[in-house]
């Protein structure tokens, strides 16, 4: 099995009064040429907003957008109408299709808001665009794969849908647990993202926010070092 080890340390960041973002992939003012993307897995931020800031009015189109809150809560409005908070325990997917435009702030005037935003390239362009939220318990996650987005074409438990033949799923791992993941023939791989402490995988030892990424198709282990929390995105090739 291939694997690609991202450490925390290694990623890209970018600053400013109101923004602490770090990159995963290139990125904004970071580039890295071995760091474009992971199959059709465009971008993952790891964004730590300060009260009263956030994004303004910008636009999108042809990305699917996947944003995770890890704590806090974030005030979201586009040009389709919308106009929600989403907070901790809730996924929000745009399919951004033939353009939108929204804004995200942090909904708190002082407390920091973590988010990772997760963008993933479509299988359909210029698609009517689409806005979802959901909120998923917590509970359903413990040492368990609980899926928040796949396919729209080919639905996985109650998630949220996206226009490519991808998945991301959570779990709360306690510690000494183990969990296993098949990955599918077609997809490119799989990509771990460690949002808290620590776990082993195929050997591997990650902390908290590094990744790894897997591919060649084949069956993996994760072990739980100490109660942790992942993020798993399977991922196909970029679609021509």
Known sequence: MKKWVHQASARGRSVYDWLDSWHQFSFANYYNPDKIHFGALRVLNDDLIHGGGGFGKHPHDNMEIITIPIYGALKHAD????TQTISENEVQVMSAGSGIFHSEFNAGETDTANFLQIWIFPNKKNVKPVYNQKYFKAAEAVNHWQFLVSDVENPLEDSLTIHQ??????????EGTELSYKIQPKSFGVFLFL????IEVEGVKLNPRDAIGLCDGQEFNIKALTNSYILNIEIPEISN
């Open 79 to 82: 040009s389709m109408g919308h």
């Open 195 to 198: 949002i808290s402490d620590e």
């Open 165 to 174: 033949n991808a998945s991301i799923a959570r779990a709360f791992m306690h």
